[in-house]
């Protein structure tokens, strides 16, 4: 869990190191609030209805979408656009090893049954987090040795990759049908929603975790300035690819949990490329490359989106974009950036080779 | 048998190269601005469809030909995207990569999405050049594939000759390769990028009048081409022009290739297969300037 609040700036936290660690009382503070909050999670299937219970579900689920997507976008600038993918392939790997599983439950006795199951559960959990990481090995290490935009661009074709095979590959995935789950092998909303909430609160302590480590300001040291991280002995590819990959698989352990609550994978829901535009939108909006930032966004978005976009679908999308479009232009450092008072520092890249111009207002 | 088999290639060669053209026009308009700005443009696709809406109205308000709908949509789009530069891309350029990719995205986003709302997501086409030409007794090429090839081919000629033969497209090479040198020597810098903006927004939607005369388009069809001409841009080289008008050409031969020997799903992937084969042998594309940051 993180130390303090100044370390909301990443790019700050390297320079003023010495400063930040003087204050005692703020991190007590901060502990006693994450405490909180996660006995009220905990807590939160005795004493709600289905219906908050559901939307705390998606708003974790976004919550550890969004800190897989802060730790590689966020903490390097390596922008992508593909990570539903990951979500994807860990939501089909769910549905396949929980089918695969439920021929077995006939031959159980009523006594063996739950724990088959949980073992079960826990299985398919890895496993979706497994196949996300061999996925993304690969990838990661064929674009990521490259500086610049080629992650980019290389992940926004996955998504359509992953979305193309789940629909040609009939054998496996029943194309455009879709798998459908059998409830025997479901389990209980409650168990999902614990499920989510660890994802979430597990992303949540990587990212954090992270953020104060060596690696995390290597990280960081790559998005402020590549060259010079390499210059000063950063082995900028391995921490890359290291980033990615990590970030790769809560995706994939998300997507079995999903799964699992909706009961029902198809390729177009699996790969849908609006959940990556909703990752981006509650990092961003919350404040890249922080820890709580996308624990912020994700609130706010969320709790727009139910009160608010649900009743116009269509607009909802485009609202977002908008909403992206404002965020670049207005609050690039997000909601946390603007709470901190200290004269910003700019996203500017001073090696860029365009010419440098005024830091964005 | 032996010569039906060479025809059968030959016509599959033709096919791609029609199909390479519009790529390729595309394709450039794309790297221009990679290579001036080094901006990513996300939203080049929807731009591309900006210019075939704009055609499917013409058309079906006034009944206007494509061909010369064409006049007025490249001018129009010409200032679009000027004033795209000037309210948008010019508040990012020099920022980390995050955010233009990022801006781009947005925008791309918002106008799929007012594309949805205003055309809903129905496939729109002009139905307006039939019949095909017939060389020798096997190979045949479909009229409207090889009047939006010409046109792709004579447009990215003519911006080629303005980037290479007027002070103005000096101005542009300039800038690409060193903006602070080219501002120092007195070159005003956000003209040309407003103008390089603006000349990759005309080219993109001149390529959506031509596909419009060729395929059944939606608001969602732009994720297709953004996705070919990322790979082609690769391919090439990133923010080289004749590179990105290369890798147009052979991806749009791969394609066709393949779609002939195997099957059509399968030339959907030629794009993301080269893309790795030339990520792997050569990153810097086929005439890439070295990407540094």
């Known amino acids: 869990m993180p130390g303090n609040v100044s370390s909301t700036t990443p790019a700050r936290n390297s320079r003023f190191q010495s400063r930040v660690t003087g204050s005692l009382v703020v991190p007590w503070l901060k502990m006693t609030g994450v405490i909180a909050i996660i006995l009220v999670a905990l807590a939160a299937p005795m004493m709600t209805s289905d219906y908050i219970l559901t939307f705390l579900l998606q708003l974790f689920m976004m919550l550890a979408l969004a800190q897989s997507w802060n730790l590689i976008s966020g903490m390097t600038g390596y922008v992508s656009f593909g990570h539903t993918a990951f979500f994807g392939v860990g939501a089909y790997t769910g549905a396949l090893i929980l089918t695969a599983g439920l021929p077995l439950t006939a031959c159980l006795t009523p006594t063996s049954l739950p724990w088959f199951l949980s073992v079960l559960f826990g299985l398919a959990i890895l496993c979706g987090a497994a196949v996300s990481f061999l996925v993304a090995l690969p990838l990661g290490i064929l674009t990521l040795r490259l500086k610049g935009p080629y992650f980019a661009i290389a992940m926004l074709g996955v998504n359509e990759i992953g979305r193309m095979v789940a629909t040609l590959w009939v054998d496996l995935t029943e194309g455009g049908d879709g798998i459908t789950l059998s409830p025997a092998v479901l389990p209980d909303i409650s168990v999902t929603y614990y499920a989510m909430f660890f994802l979430g609160a597990a992303a949540t302590g990587l990212v954090a975790w992270i953020h104060h480590s060596r690696f995390g300001l290597e990280l960081r040291t790559i998005r402020e300035d590549e060259g010079a991280a390499e210059m000063i002995g950063v082995n900028t590819t391995r921490d890359k690819v290291l980033a990615f990959l990590l970030s790769a698989t809560i995706p994939g352990a998300v997507g079995v949990v999903y799964v699992m609550y909706t009961s029902f994978v198809d390729p177009h829901s699996a790969f849908t490329p609006i959940l990556n535009l909703q990752m981006i939108v509650i990092v961003l909006l919350g404040g890249t490359g922080t820890i709580w930032g996308p624990v912020l966004g994700a609130v706010i978005i969320m709790g727009f989106r139910e009160f608010l976009w649900a009743e116009f679908p269509a607009a909802h999308l485009a609202l977002l974009g908008v909403l992206v479009i404002l965020v670049v232009f207005y609050m690039p450092r997000g909601i946390l950036g603007l709470m901190d008072k200290r004269k910003a520092m700019p996203l500017s890249h001073s090696t860029n080779h365009a010419p440098t111009k005024e830091p964005m207002p | ?293």
């Not at chain 2, 995050?98 to 709302?117: E, F, H, K, R």
């Not at chain 2, 409207?144 to 090839?149: D, E, F, L, V």
């Not at chain 2, 447009?155 to 800038?175: D, E, N, P, Q, S």
Request: hydrophobic content about 60%.
């Open chain 2, 1 to 293: 048998m032996e010569s039906l088999d060479i025809l059968f290639i030959v016509q599959l060669l033709i096919a791609g190269l029609l199909a390479g053209a519009l790529y390729a026009l595309l394709a450039c308009g794309l790297n221009l601005v990679f290579g001036v700005m080094r901006i990513i443009n996300v939203a080049h696709a929807e731009l591309m469809l900006i210019g075939a809406y704009f055609a499917y109205v013409l058309y079906t308000f006034f009944g206007l030909h494509p061909l010369i709908s064409l006049v007025i949509v490249v001018p129009v789009l010409f200032g679009l995207g000027q004033l795209m530069q000037r309210l948008f891309i010019e508040r990012v350029v020099g920022q980390h990569e995050l955010s233009s990719l990022i801006l781009t995205y947005g925008l791309s986003i918002v106008l799929m999405n007012l594309g949805l709302a205003v055309f809903s997501a129905d496939f729109k086409s002009i139905p307006v050049l039939q019949g095909s030409i017939v060389l020798g007794e096997m190979i045949t090429i479909p009229i409207t594939r090889s009047t939006a090839a010409l046109v792709a081919i004579v447009i990215t000629l003519m911006v080629y000759l303005f980037l290479k033969k007027t002070r103005l497209g000096k101005a542009i090479r300039a800038t690409s390769e060193h903006p602070k040198v080219a501002e120092i020597c007195g070159i005003d810098v956000v003209r040309v990028r407003m103008l390089t903006f603006g000349l990759a927004t005309a080219m993109a939607g001149a390529a959506g009048v031509m596909l419009s005369t060729i395929y059944s388009f939606s608001p969602e069809t732009g994720a297709d081409f953004i996705l070919k001409c990322f790979a082609i841009i690769i391919i090439g080289g990133m923010g080289s022009f004749s590179g990105a008008f290369a890798g147009g050409i052979l991806l749009g031969v791969a394609e066709a290739l393949v779609a002939g020997f195997f099957t059509t799903q399968w030339s959907e992937m030629v794009a993301y297969a080269l893309l790795v084969l030339v990520l792997l042998i050569r990153p810097t594309g086929l005439r890439g300037i070295a990407y540094a940051r």
